[in-house]
């Protein structure tokens, strides 16, 4: 039976960066209603980052290239926000979609004038790289490492959302902004810093997952349907709703893997489907009117 | 409103503005003059260039059948490619595995996209807005992945290629006027469509969900009838994709793919009818310009998005009713006829 402690620190690992990512995406929407498919180039940008700064070898300097994963995100995210998403607050979402799927565009060449076309591959650091035996399984140390970040994510998230001044303006922010902005808060400079934040954790998603698959142009487009889908089904806005898409799909893949080999890719959007088809606003949505 | 013309509906947001008779005419002139110089290019061109006109023509209407559910039902969409992958399927699935005659795969292919859609409409219109854009997204992939998967029936990544189209299609010429005619005529329906008293309640659904439901309309079952019109378009647009590339592949199905005709009607402004047109054939001869001559051609394709969706909205059409209005007030103040 120990490849089910395997599948379990398997699952729970990959459950761990899509939430990651999706909480950057979904905090956003929740805050600005602002839906961002750049958020994809974020990731990729970070996982890139990863490649660069880890040059040559591994050591300490894993948790630098993390670091600069998550940081150069979050200044392309600053970039973005405010000569991109600050004209698209009152937009319409297909307006949105379509000028952050412009950037996305953009950021892909650009990604290509940097980093070239090929694929490249990164080393957990030693520390991480052997396997720690759990119920006489060999589980990578690497991925208990990723679960880890996943759940610190999610605290640190809660942490602020509800009991800091920040979360706390934030949720008002949604509520009314004028009022918020009437109180004395830059309400531009809030929402830069939510987008920031986004993008950092997009970026961190990335930079997390370069010892763990292979990095190349492209993944910033099949990120993003994977994010869209676990924030959807979760509900958009709600980051204890993407925690729970992120398990779901986990589990989606896990399960297709073990019994449906060719179906397994399938699998994770007929979750979508059937969650939707039922609550139309996703898990933990609001209804919209 | 009711009132534009197939020509002049590129003002429609400007439904203040008294629009003399005299364009209405002129607008069908100029239709009707275009047709005619299709119908000579198919004699007067290359055959290279007929073959690039004849793809740019199934991705017109490509385009107009996606704007009737983004323009005029103001519902986007990431499902249309899933259709137009499907209509190209039928032809090459039908040729490769029963021998079936050209025309019944096509035929097979169309209806298969019509049941496909009632089934993801049926599901998908019961999310709102940015729900049902990412929902029509996931049906996308469900079918791509199993376009690409299931290797028995479609050959996988690979695709179907072969002498599937009968001769005279395959020929330049012959399915260059073949491709015009369904265009035309499909087009023609389309526009019809949006006229009938069907089309402006669509719009009246746009414009206001609640007050049409209060006025008795059931939105749920006109969306659902949009969308299947609509997908029965794009499957018809991937039925002559098939006819220009002998081909079909999962990449025709690909969630970016449903983006390509979303860019188009925007850039040629989605709420007008001929929008859409003018942006396939921009986009379609801008890309293969770029794609040819630029390496980054993503970015300038990416700016150029970016500053129609911030700045001009309207698209191409609007640009075209901005210099109209233009001109008219100038022939106004110098004194001529208006």
């Known amino acids: 039976m120990h490849s089910l402690v395997l599948d379990i620190a398997g699952t729970l690992s990959a459950a761990a960066n899509l939430f990651v990512v999706a909480a950057g995406l979904t905090l956003v929407f929740g805050a600005m209603r602002i839906i961002n498919m750049a958020h994809g180039s974020f990731y990729m940008y970070g996982a890139f980052a990863v490649t660069t700064v880890l040059g040559v070898g591994a050591g300490w300097r894993f948790w630098l290239a993390l670091l600069a994963g998550a940081v150069v995100a979050a200044v392309a995210g600053l970039t973005v926000e405010v000569t991109v998403i600050r004209r698209l607050y009152d937009a319409e979402h297909l307006t949105q979609l379509l000028a952050t799927y412009a950037v996305l565009l953009i950021f892909a060449d650009i990604g290509q004038r940097i980093w070239g076309t090929g694929y490249r591959t990164v080393n957990p650091p030693p520390v991480l790289a052997s396997g720690i035996s759990i119920a006489g399984g060999q589980v990578p140390r690497y991925q208990l490492f990723v679960i880890g970040v996943g759940a610190a994510v999610g605290l640190a998230l809660w942490l602020m959302l509800a009991r800091t001044r920040f979360g706390w303006l934030l949720r008002a922010a949604v509520q009314d902004p004028e009022s918020v902005a009437t109180g004395g808060t830059n309400l531009a400079w809030l929402r830069t810093g939510v987008f920031v934040i986004g993008a950092f954790l997009a970026g961190l998603g990335g930079a997390l997952i370069a010892p763990m698959q292979s990095i190349a142009p492209g993944m910033d487009v099949s990120i993003i349907v994977s994010v869209f889908i676990v924030v959807t089904i979760g509900g958009l806005g709600s980051v204890a709703g993407a925690a729970l898409g992120a398990l779901l799909i986990g589990l989606a893949q896990t399960l297709g893997a073990e019994f449906f080999a060719s179906w397994a890719a399938s699998l994770i959007y007929l979750t979508m489907i059937v969650v939707l088809a039922i609550r139309p606003w996703g898990l933990l949505g609001v209804p919209e009117r | 409103m009711h009132t534009d013309s197939l020509a002049s509906s590129a003002e429609h947001d400007q439904v203040h503005l008294a629009r003399p008779p005299a364009r209405t005419t002129a607008g069908t002139v100029a239709c009707v003059v275009v047709m005619g110089l299709l119908a000579l290019a198919g004699v007067v061109w290359s055959p290279a260039a ?283 103040r110098t004194g001529g006829r208006a």
């Open chain 2, 50 to 332: 007929l073959a690039n006109l004849q793809e740019a023509l199934g991705l017109v209407l490509f385009a107009v059948a996606t704007n009737l559910l983004l323009g005029y039902g103001g519902l986007v969409s990431f499902a249309q490619a899933a259709f137009y992958g499907i209509g190209a399927y039928g032809v090459a699935i039908g040729w490769l595995h029963w021998k079936l005659p050209f025309w019944l795969g096509g035929l097979a292919g169309i209806a298969a996209a019509a049941v496909a859609a009632v089934i993801v409409g049926v599901i998908s219109l019961r999310t709102r807005r940015l729900y049902f854009a990412l929902l029509t997204l996931a049906f996308t992939q469900l079918f791509f992945v199993i376009a690409d998967n299931q290797t028995a029936i479609t050959n996988g990544a690979t695709g179907i290629f072969g002498a599937m189209v009968p001769a005279w299609l395959a020929e330049p010429q012959g399915g260059y006027y073949f491709t015009l005619v369904v265009v035309v005529v499909v087009t023609l329906a389309c526009y019809a469509f949006v006229r009938s008293p069907f089309g402006l309640t669509l719009k009246a659904i746009r414009d206001n969900r609640e007050r049409a439901e209060a006025l008795g309309v059931n939105v749920y079952r006109h969306q659902l009838a949009a969308f299947v019109i609509s997908s029965i378009g794009c499957a018809i647009a991937g039925f002559l994709f098939a006819i220009y590339s002998q081909s079909a592949s999962p990449d025709l199905l690909s969630w970016t793919n449903s983006g390509e005709p979303i860019f188009m009607a925007v850039l040629g402004g989605m709420h007008t009818f001929l929008g859409p047109v003018a942006g396939a054939i921009v986009y379609f001869y801008a890309q293969s310009y770029l794609t040819q001559h630029i390496t980054d051609w993503q970015l300038v394709l990416g700016l150029l998005l970016l500053v129609i969706v911030l700045f001009k909205p309207s698209g191409l059409a609007g640009i075209g009713a901005d210099a109209g209005r233009a001109v008219r007030r100038l022939r106004a």
